[in-house]
């Protein structure tokens, strides 16, 4: 669970760049590195939170072992402030 609720606070954070992006005066030369930076921070973090809250869900199930809440509670944090 705390993979999805860090994914809305993630992506908003990467949209903000998308709203720095259309604004017809921010066109210089390291626009380009922000567009790169800003289409792999929604698509990438995006996908890696989803796959990451996918697999706590999932395995216990699938396997019938549960999965360290410690290890998850330490994973999500260091993922969610590493991301932003």
């Known amino acids: 669970m705390l993979f999805c609720c860090a994914f809305p606070v993630q992506f908003l954070c990467a949209g903000l760049t998308g709203v720095m992006l ?27 939170f989803a796959i990451f809250a996918a697999i706590s869900y999932w395995f216990p199930k699938v396997t019938g ?20």
């Open 65 to 84: 072992r549960m999965l360290s809440e410690r290890l998850g509670r330490w994973h999500s944090g260091c993922s969610s402030s590493g991301s932003t």
């Open 22 to 48: 259309s604004v017809a005066p921010f066109d210089c030369s390291s626009a380009t590195l922000l567009r790169r930076g800003h289409f792999h921070f929604v698509l990438i973090g995006g996908l890696l």
